[in-house]
């Protein structure tokens, strides 16, 4: 997807198809059953944390807070992924693809990257707050119960529309958090840059 052999300062990136993204998949797939301990483990861990996550807010009496962070979580997707990312990055090179190489990865910039999920940090932030003030415009500053909170999502004018107004931000933050991760990410992880690179 990256030419690194470009004279220029930033690779450049190449052209893609429509078609790609399903030749994409097949590849994912292709690396899932060829190391399923590492893919399925990864998937395991995170079912894991996010039920712990979930057991904390309802210990704290946060459980409305499941929403939005479920949500906002995709934004830190390219950097929890990364251990897969090194595992297909391993295997398309023929070497050994092993599930401590993959999940305590070396990355080639580990401070750029550092930089990089402080950015996907900050956007959930944004998130959050942006999810807050979307549910004051619609419902207010009280938190209603859950079991009525729910029904009235589905069921209300009010909450299609705050479900409608809701979808559309948190789409342009995935956009905006895609276009910038879909090379970077993988890019950071292999080859020695900075952040810069990508601006």
């Known amino acids: 997807m990256?030419?690194?052999a470009q004279p220029s300062r930033a690779p450049r990136v190449n052209k893609i198809a429509m078609t790609d993204p399903w030749q994409w998949l097949a590849l994912g797939w292709q690396d899932l059953w060829a190391n399923p301990g590492i893919s399925l483990g990864y998937g395991a861990l995170v079912l894991v944390l996010s039920y712990a996550l979930t057991a904390g807010l309802f210990f704290f009496d946060t459980l409305f807070l499941v929403f939005p962070l479920a949500a906002g979580f995709m934004q830190l997707a390219p950097i929890l992924a990364i251990g897969l990312y090194e595992a297909s990055r391993r295997r398309e090179q023929g070497e050994e693809v092993g599930s401590l190489a993959t999940f305590i990865v070396r990355p080639r910039s580990p401070l750029q990257l550092?930089?990089?999920?402080?950015?996907?940090?900050?956007?959930?932030?944004?998130?959050?707050?942006?999810?807050?003030?979307?549910?004051?415009?619609?419902?207010?500053?009280?938190?209603?119960?859950?079991a009525e909170f729910i029904p009235s999502l589905i069921l209300t004018i009010k909450g299609v529309a705050f479900l409608v107004v809701g979808t559309a931000v948190g789409a342009v933050l995935a956009f905006t958090v895609f276009a910038i991760s879909a090379v970077a990410v993988p890019y950071l992880l292999d080859k020695d840059a900075d952040v810069a690179t990508f601006r």
Request: no cysteine; glycine share 12%.
């Open 2 to 4: 990256v030419d690194v």
């Open 114 to 146: 550092a930089y990089f999920g402080f950015a996907l940090g900050f956007i959930l932030m944004a998130w959050v707050y942006l999810a807050f003030f979307i549910f004051a415009i619609f419902y207010g500053i009280g938190v209603p119960p859950l």
